[in-house]
C-alpha cells in the first residue's frame, strides 16, 4: 500500500511547484515546500542548488538526498553528494535524454522536499 501512496505525494508536490524562470546558475527553478531548488544539468552531472525561505543558500554538509532518473522508460537512483556552498551533485554515466524526468528527494530542516524537473 506504501508504494501507492509516493506517487500519488509526488504527483500533489508537482502540481504545486511549476518551473519558474532560470536560476542564478542557468538552470530551471522550482519552489518546493518553500525552497527555491535550482536543476542544472551537464553532460557530466546533474547538480541541484538549494535556496532556503529567506533567499539564501542553504547549507547542504551532511544532507542525504536522491535524484530519480526516468528516461526511455527506465528509472535510475543517483545518491547526491553534497557540495559547499548550497550544491547535491551527482555524476552521470551518460548525457540525459530530451523528455528525461528527474525528481530530487531529500530532507531540509526537518522536512522533506522533493522537486521534479523535466529535461
Known amino acids: 500500500m506504501r508504494a501507492h501512496l509516493f506517487p500519488a505525494a509526488l504527483a500533489a508536490v508537482v502540481i504545486a511547484a511549476p518551473c519558474l524562470a532560470a536560476g542564478p546558475n542557468g538552470g530551471a527553478t ?5 525552497h527555491p531548488v535550482e536543476f542544472v544539468a551537464t553532460d557530466a552531472g546533474l547538480t ?4 532556503g525561505e529567506d533567499g ?6 551532511g544532507l542525504t538526498a536522491k535524484a530519480f532518473v526516468t528516461a526511455g522508460g527506465r528509472t535510475e537512483t543517483l545518491v547526491l553528494k553534497p557540495a559547499a556552498p548550497n550544491r547535491l551533485a551527482a555524476d552521470l554515466k551518460a548525457p ?3 523528455g ?3 525528481v ?3 530532507r531540509v530542516h526537518g522536512h522533506t522536499l522533493q522537486a521534479r524537473f523535466e529535461r
Open 56 to 61: 539564501k543558500p542553504v547549507d547542504t554538509a
Open 48 to 51: 541541484f542548488f538549494l535556496t
Open 100 to 102: 528525461a524526468k528527474v
Open 30 to 34: 522550482v519552489v518546493a515546500d518553500g
Open 104 to 106: 530530487l528527494s531529500t
Open 96 to 98: 540525459l535524454p530530451p
